[in-house]
Protein backbone atom coordinates (compact mmCIF):
# COMPACT_ATOMS: atom_id res chain seq x y z
CA UNK A 1 0.00 0.00 0.00
CA UNK A 2 1.67 3.28 -1.02
CA UNK A 3 1.25 5.80 1.41
CA UNK A 4 -0.67 9.10 1.41
CA UNK A 5 1.39 12.79 1.08
CA UNK A 6 1.47 13.76 4.65
CA UNK A 7 0.34 17.14 4.12
CA UNK A 8 -2.93 15.46 2.11
CA UNK A 9 -3.80 13.43 5.22
CA UNK A 10 -3.92 16.35 7.51
CA UNK A 11 -5.27 18.71 4.61
CA UNK A 12 -2.91 21.67 5.32
CA UNK A 13 -0.70 22.83 2.22
CA UNK A 14 3.26 22.15 2.50
CA UNK A 15 4.24 25.82 3.62
CA UNK A 16 1.52 25.34 6.35
CA UNK A 17 2.75 26.64 10.28
CA UNK A 18 3.73 23.93 12.73
CA UNK A 19 0.10 25.63 14.94
CA UNK A 20 -1.89 24.88 12.14
CA UNK A 21 -0.62 21.71 11.81
CA UNK A 22 -1.61 20.78 15.52
CA UNK A 23 -4.69 21.97 14.46
CA UNK A 24 -5.58 20.05 11.65
CA UNK A 25 -4.24 16.97 13.72
CA UNK A 26 -6.60 17.88 16.52
CA UNK A 27 -10.09 18.04 14.63
CA UNK A 28 -8.91 14.72 12.51
CA UNK A 29 -8.46 13.27 15.73
CA UNK A 30 -11.24 14.44 17.49
CA UNK A 31 -13.23 12.60 14.41
CA UNK A 32 -11.14 9.44 14.08
CA UNK A 33 -10.37 8.54 17.83
CA UNK A 34 -10.59 4.92 18.29
CA UNK A 35 -12.73 6.10 21.21
CA UNK A 36 -15.55 7.84 19.56
CA UNK A 37 -15.09 4.74 16.67
CA UNK A 38 -15.45 1.64 18.61
CA UNK A 39 -14.81 -1.07 16.50
CA UNK A 40 -14.64 0.64 13.09
CA UNK A 41 -10.87 -0.61 11.49
CA UNK A 42 -11.47 2.44 9.00
CA UNK A 43 -11.53 4.88 11.67
CA UNK A 44 -8.61 3.22 13.25
CA UNK A 45 -6.29 3.17 10.33
CA UNK A 46 -7.45 6.79 9.15
CA UNK A 47 -6.70 7.51 12.91
CA UNK A 48 -2.78 6.23 12.72
CA UNK A 49 -2.25 7.61 9.05
CA UNK A 50 -3.21 11.27 10.69
CA UNK A 51 -0.90 10.33 13.93
CA UNK A 52 2.25 9.53 11.35
CA UNK A 53 1.65 12.51 9.65
CA UNK A 54 1.78 14.76 12.61
CA UNK A 55 4.69 13.12 14.01
CA UNK A 56 6.74 13.39 11.03
CA UNK A 57 5.78 17.24 10.17
CA UNK A 58 6.12 18.50 13.93
CA UNK A 59 9.61 16.88 13.91
CA UNK A 60 11.64 19.44 12.56
CA UNK A 61 14.54 16.90 11.56
CA UNK A 62 11.77 14.12 10.33
CA UNK A 63 10.29 17.63 8.46
CA UNK A 64 12.97 18.43 6.82
CA UNK A 65 13.68 15.00 5.96
CA UNK A 66 10.49 14.58 4.45
CA UNK A 67 10.14 17.37 2.68
CA UNK A 68 13.18 16.57 0.99
CA UNK A 69 12.88 12.94 0.09
CA UNK A 70 9.32 12.03 0.55
CA UNK A 71 8.26 8.95 2.51
CA UNK A 72 12.03 7.24 1.86
CA UNK A 73 13.54 10.13 4.09
CA UNK A 74 11.60 8.61 7.10
CA UNK A 75 10.66 5.62 5.64
CA UNK A 76 11.81 3.15 9.26
CA UNK A 77 11.97 0.04 6.77
CA UNK A 78 15.38 2.30 5.43
CA UNK A 79 17.25 2.32 8.39
CA UNK A 80 20.17 5.36 8.68
CA UNK A 81 18.16 7.97 10.36
CA UNK A 82 15.20 7.28 9.31
CA UNK A 83 11.88 7.53 11.35
CA UNK A 84 11.82 4.93 13.63
CA UNK A 85 8.29 5.61 15.50
CA UNK A 86 5.62 3.43 16.17
CA UNK A 87 2.90 2.35 13.96
CA UNK A 88 -0.09 0.97 16.26
CA UNK A 89 -0.02 2.17 19.18
CA UNK A 90 -1.66 5.27 19.67
CA UNK A 91 -1.71 5.73 23.45
CA UNK A 92 1.18 7.96 23.65
CA UNK A 93 0.80 10.80 21.41
CA UNK A 94 -2.90 10.71 22.63
CA UNK A 95 -1.93 11.68 25.59
CA UNK A 96 0.51 14.47 24.72
CA UNK A 97 -1.88 16.02 22.28
CA UNK A 98 -4.91 16.29 24.18
CA UNK A 99 -3.17 16.61 28.03
CA UNK A 100 -3.30 20.21 27.89
CA UNK A 101 -7.06 20.19 26.12
CA UNK A 102 -8.53 18.43 28.86
CA UNK A 103 -6.13 18.88 31.82
CA UNK A 104 -5.63 14.89 31.24
CA UNK A 105 -2.82 12.20 31.87
CA UNK A 106 -1.30 10.12 29.14
CA UNK A 107 -2.48 6.70 28.94
CA UNK A 108 -0.35 3.58 29.41
CA UNK A 109 0.29 0.71 32.14
CA UNK A 110 1.35 1.08 35.59
CA UNK A 111 3.95 3.47 36.28
CA UNK A 112 7.27 1.22 37.02
CA UNK A 113 9.23 1.99 40.00
CA UNK A 114 12.13 3.40 38.29
CA UNK A 115 15.91 1.62 37.89
CA UNK A 116 18.15 3.74 39.62
CA UNK A 117 20.40 6.51 37.98
CA UNK A 118 24.13 5.74 36.63
CA UNK A 119 26.96 7.33 38.14
CA UNK A 120 29.83 8.60 36.97
CA UNK A 121 33.31 8.91 39.13
CA UNK A 122 36.30 10.81 37.55
CA UNK A 123 39.35 8.89 38.38
CA UNK A 124 42.76 10.93 37.92
CA UNK A 125 46.08 8.40 37.79
CA UNK A 126 50.13 8.77 36.92
CA UNK A 127 51.12 7.74 33.94
CA UNK A 128 53.15 4.78 35.76
CA UNK A 129 49.48 3.85 37.46
CA UNK A 130 47.83 3.91 34.06
CA UNK A 131 50.40 1.94 32.52
CA UNK A 132 51.11 -0.66 35.09
CA UNK A 133 47.30 -0.75 35.94
CA UNK A 134 46.42 -0.93 40.12
CA UNK A 135 43.46 -1.86 42.35
CA UNK A 136 42.26 1.41 43.51
CA UNK A 137 39.38 1.98 46.52
CA UNK A 138 37.39 4.39 45.36
CA UNK A 139 34.64 5.78 47.68
CA UNK A 140 31.22 6.70 45.97
CA UNK A 141 28.65 8.77 47.80
CA UNK A 142 25.27 7.21 46.04
CA UNK A 143 21.45 5.83 46.89
CA UNK A 144 21.93 2.86 48.04
CA UNK A 145 19.05 -0.06 48.83
CA UNK A 146 17.49 0.58 52.67
CA UNK A 147 18.84 -1.90 54.71
CA UNK A 148 16.06 -1.98 57.51
CA UNK A 149 13.34 -2.10 55.06
CA UNK A 150 15.10 -4.09 52.45
CA UNK A 151 14.13 -1.49 49.53
CA UNK A 152 10.47 -1.56 49.93
CA UNK A 153 9.70 1.50 51.93
CA UNK A 154 7.46 0.19 54.52
CA UNK A 155 8.27 0.34 58.26
CA UNK A 156 10.02 -3.10 59.90
CA UNK A 157 7.15 -5.56 60.35
CA UNK A 158 5.17 -4.04 57.91
CA UNK A 159 4.42 -4.31 54.16
CA UNK A 160 3.31 -2.03 51.40
CA UNK A 161 -0.75 -2.79 50.83
CA UNK A 162 -2.25 -2.75 47.09
CA UNK A 163 -3.94 0.70 46.24
CA UNK A 164 -7.81 0.44 46.84
CA UNK A 165 -8.62 3.17 44.38
CA UNK A 166 -6.58 1.55 41.84
CA UNK A 167 -6.44 -1.76 43.13
CA UNK A 168 -3.04 -2.31 42.32
CA UNK A 169 -3.45 -0.97 38.79
CA UNK A 170 -1.43 2.58 39.26
CA UNK A 171 -3.85 3.81 36.80
CA UNK A 172 -7.63 5.29 37.01
CA UNK A 173 -10.52 5.79 34.17
CA UNK A 174 -12.06 9.07 34.19
CA UNK A 175 -14.85 10.09 31.83
CA UNK A 176 -13.75 13.74 30.93
CA UNK A 177 -16.31 14.82 27.78
CA UNK A 178 -16.51 12.31 24.80
CA UNK A 179 -13.43 9.98 25.95
CA UNK A 180 -12.65 7.54 29.16
CA UNK A 181 -8.95 8.85 29.97
CA UNK A 182 -6.88 6.66 31.95
CA UNK A 183 -4.79 9.17 34.68
CA UNK A 184 -2.40 7.91 37.00
CA UNK A 185 -3.69 6.92 40.27
CA UNK A 186 -4.14 9.82 42.80
CA UNK A 187 -4.10 7.88 45.31
CA UNK A 188 -0.54 5.83 45.19
CA UNK A 189 1.03 8.20 42.68
CA UNK A 190 0.54 5.18 39.92
CA UNK A 191 2.62 3.27 42.03
CA UNK A 192 -0.19 0.59 42.83
CA UNK A 193 0.84 -0.31 46.62
CA UNK A 194 0.25 2.16 49.33
CA UNK A 195 2.83 2.66 52.16
CA UNK A 196 0.46 2.87 55.51
CA UNK A 197 3.88 3.10 57.76
CA UNK A 198 6.75 4.52 56.59
CA UNK A 199 10.22 3.42 57.07
CA UNK A 200 11.90 4.93 59.50
CA UNK A 201 15.39 5.42 58.12
CA UNK A 202 14.41 5.84 54.61
CA UNK A 203 10.91 7.78 54.99
CA UNK A 204 8.97 5.31 53.15
CA UNK A 205 11.54 6.36 49.84
CA UNK A 206 13.45 2.46 50.11
CA UNK A 207 16.67 4.33 49.54
CA UNK A 208 19.19 6.02 51.86
CA UNK A 209 22.52 8.40 51.07
CA UNK A 210 25.50 6.01 51.71
CA UNK A 211 29.05 6.17 50.52
CA UNK A 212 30.57 2.98 49.80
CA UNK A 213 34.03 1.95 48.95
CA UNK A 214 34.53 -0.01 46.14
CA UNK A 215 37.78 -1.70 45.00
CA UNK A 216 38.12 -1.49 41.69
CA UNK A 217 40.88 -3.24 39.49
CA UNK A 218 41.85 -0.91 36.56
CA UNK A 219 43.72 -2.63 34.13
CA UNK A 220 47.29 -1.61 32.54
CA UNK A 221 47.37 0.28 29.79
CA UNK A 222 44.07 2.53 30.14
CA UNK A 223 44.41 5.88 28.68
CA UNK A 224 42.52 9.37 29.45
CA UNK A 225 38.89 9.10 27.79
CA UNK A 226 39.08 5.01 28.79
CA UNK A 227 35.97 4.65 30.57
CA UNK A 228 35.03 1.52 33.42
CA UNK A 229 31.74 0.12 34.04
CA UNK A 230 31.07 -1.56 36.91
CA UNK A 231 27.47 -2.93 36.09
CA UNK A 232 25.13 -2.40 39.02
CA UNK A 233 27.46 0.07 40.96
CA UNK A 234 25.32 3.11 40.25
CA UNK A 235 22.07 4.64 42.61
CA UNK A 236 19.91 1.72 43.71
CA UNK A 237 17.11 2.14 42.00
CA UNK A 238 13.41 3.01 43.54
CA UNK A 239 11.24 0.36 45.67
CA UNK A 240 13.70 -2.06 44.97
CA UNK A 241 13.87 -1.80 41.58
CA UNK A 242 17.70 -2.23 39.65
CA UNK A 243 20.49 -0.42 40.50
CA UNK A 244 22.20 1.79 37.70
CA UNK A 245 25.50 1.35 36.41
CA UNK A 246 28.71 3.18 37.90
CA UNK A 247 31.38 4.39 35.07
CA UNK A 248 35.17 5.03 36.45
CA UNK A 249 36.16 7.84 33.87
CA UNK A 250 39.98 7.60 33.77
CA UNK A 251 42.11 10.46 33.11
CA UNK A 252 45.85 10.10 32.74
CA UNK A 253 48.26 13.31 34.33
CA UNK A 254 50.94 14.78 32.74
CA UNK A 255 54.81 12.91 32.90
CA UNK A 256 57.58 14.87 33.74
CA UNK A 257 59.39 12.91 30.89
CA UNK A 258 57.09 10.96 28.94
CA UNK A 259 54.38 12.00 26.46
CA UNK A 260 52.20 9.01 25.92
CA UNK A 261 50.59 8.48 22.25
CA UNK A 262 48.81 5.29 21.71
CA UNK A 263 50.72 2.32 22.93
CA UNK A 264 54.15 4.29 22.18
CA UNK A 265 56.00 6.69 24.88
CA UNK A 266 58.34 9.45 23.40
CA UNK A 267 61.36 11.56 25.51
CA UNK A 268 64.10 13.53 24.84
CA UNK A 269 67.58 12.61 26.27
CA UNK A 270 70.60 15.28 26.29
CA UNK A 271 73.80 14.48 24.81
CA UNK A 272 77.08 16.01 25.23
CA UNK A 273 78.37 17.11 21.89
CA UNK A 274 81.69 15.20 22.17
CA UNK A 275 79.77 12.03 23.04
CA UNK A 276 77.41 13.05 19.68
CA UNK A 277 80.75 13.33 17.86
CA UNK A 278 82.31 10.05 18.83
CA UNK A 279 79.36 7.46 19.72
CA UNK A 280 79.17 6.01 22.93
CA UNK A 281 76.39 4.61 25.58
CA UNK A 282 74.23 7.00 27.12
CA UNK A 283 71.08 6.49 29.71
CA UNK A 284 68.08 6.88 28.90
CA UNK A 285 64.99 6.07 30.89
CA UNK A 286 62.34 3.92 30.44
CA UNK A 287 59.45 2.86 32.47
CA UNK A 288 61.01 0.25 34.18
CA UNK A 289 64.12 2.18 35.40
CA UNK A 290 67.23 3.29 33.43
CA UNK A 291 68.63 1.06 29.89
CA UNK A 292 71.48 1.97 28.28
CA UNK A 293 71.63 2.85 24.19
CA UNK A 294 74.31 2.62 22.23
CA UNK A 295 75.02 6.21 20.54
CA UNK A 296 76.84 5.80 17.13
CA UNK A 297 79.79 8.34 15.97
CA UNK A 298 78.66 11.22 14.26
CA UNK A 299 74.99 11.08 15.69
CA UNK A 300 72.85 14.31 15.19
CA UNK A 301 70.57 16.56 17.52
CA UNK A 302 67.16 15.47 16.96
CA UNK A 303 67.90 11.95 16.01
CA UNK A 304 65.22 9.17 17.23
CA UNK A 305 65.88 6.16 18.63
CA UNK A 306 63.41 3.49 18.55
CA UNK A 307 63.27 0.76 21.84
CA UNK A 308 61.61 -1.89 21.06
CA UNK A 309 58.86 -3.41 23.40
CA UNK A 310 59.58 -0.25 25.70
CA UNK A 311 56.59 1.71 25.57
CA UNK A 312 52.81 1.04 26.69
CA UNK A 313 50.95 -2.60 26.66
CA UNK A 314 47.57 -2.44 24.90
CA UNK A 315 44.78 -3.04 27.28
CA UNK A 316 42.56 -4.12 24.11
CA UNK A 317 44.81 -6.52 22.75
CA UNK A 318 48.59 -7.64 23.68
CA UNK A 319 50.56 -5.57 21.79
CA UNK A 320 53.00 -3.43 23.52
CA UNK A 321 54.38 0.11 21.90
CA UNK A 322 57.57 1.21 21.53
CA UNK A 323 59.87 4.20 23.56
CA UNK A 324 60.84 6.40 21.01
CA UNK A 325 63.98 8.65 22.14
CA UNK A 326 65.40 11.64 20.26
CA UNK A 327 68.83 12.69 21.50
CA UNK A 328 69.40 16.70 21.83
CA UNK A 329 72.69 17.69 21.81
CA UNK A 330 73.57 20.18 24.35
CA UNK A 331 75.72 23.22 23.79
CA UNK A 332 78.36 23.15 26.77
CA UNK A 333 78.53 26.43 29.31
CA UNK A 334 80.41 27.14 32.14
CA UNK A 335 83.62 26.25 30.22
CA UNK A 336 86.70 26.93 32.19
CA UNK A 337 90.08 28.62 30.21
CA UNK A 338 91.24 25.17 29.99
CA UNK A 339 88.47 23.80 27.78
CA UNK A 340 87.84 27.09 26.21
CA UNK A 341 91.30 26.81 24.97
CA UNK A 342 91.02 22.87 23.96
CA UNK A 343 87.82 24.20 21.54
CA UNK A 344 89.41 26.94 19.72
CA UNK A 345 92.48 24.76 18.92
CA UNK A 346 89.76 22.37 17.96
CA UNK A 347 87.51 24.87 15.82
CA UNK A 348 91.39 26.07 14.25
CA UNK A 349 91.81 22.37 12.82
CA UNK A 350 88.98 22.72 10.86
CA UNK A 351 89.69 25.64 9.09
CA UNK A 352 89.59 25.45 5.36
CA UNK A 353 88.00 21.92 5.70
CA UNK A 354 84.62 22.63 7.57
CA UNK A 355 82.96 21.19 4.64
CA UNK A 356 83.82 17.52 4.95
CA UNK A 357 83.23 18.12 8.60
CA UNK A 358 79.74 19.50 8.81
CA UNK A 359 77.42 17.72 6.44
CA UNK A 360 74.29 19.82 7.15
CA UNK A 361 76.45 23.92 6.85
CA UNK A 362 77.19 22.32 3.41
CA UNK A 363 73.65 22.05 2.03
CA UNK A 364 72.99 24.98 3.87
CA UNK A 365 75.09 27.51 2.86
CA UNK A 366 74.79 25.81 -0.66
CA UNK A 367 70.75 27.07 -0.14
CA UNK A 368 71.64 30.29 0.43
CA UNK A 369 73.78 30.73 -2.75
CA UNK A 370 71.36 29.80 -4.52
CA UNK A 371 68.87 31.51 -3.15
CA UNK A 372 70.90 35.15 -4.13
CA UNK A 373 71.76 33.97 -7.40
CA UNK A 374 68.26 33.25 -8.16
CA UNK A 375 67.15 36.41 -6.61
CA UNK A 376 69.82 38.24 -8.94
CA UNK A 377 68.52 36.97 -11.85
ZN1 LIG B 1 13.73 1.90 54.60
ZN1 LIG C 1 -3.69 3.53 43.33
Not at 3 to 31: C, F, H, P, Q
Not at 142 to 169: I, P, R, V, Y
Not at 305 to 318: A, M, N
Request: with cysteine.
Amino acid sequence: MSKRDYYEVLGVSRDTSEREIKKAYKRLAMKFHPDRNPGDKTAEANFKEIKEAYEILTDADKKAAYDQFGHAGVDPNRGGGGYGGGQGDFGDIFGDVFGDIFGGGRRGGQRQAARGSDLRYNLELSLEEAVKGLTKELRIPTLATCDLCEGSGAKKGTSATTCGTCHGQGQVQMRQGFFAVQQPCPTCHGRGKIIKDPCTKCHGDGRVEKSKTLSVKIPAGVDTGDRIRLAGEGEAGEFGAPPGDLYVQVSVREHAIFVRDGNNLYCEVPISFSKAALGGEIEVPTLDGKVSLKIPAETQTGRMFRLRGKGVKSVRSHAVGDLLCKVVMETPVNLNDRQKELLREFEATLTGESKKHSPKAEGFFDGVKKFFQDLNS
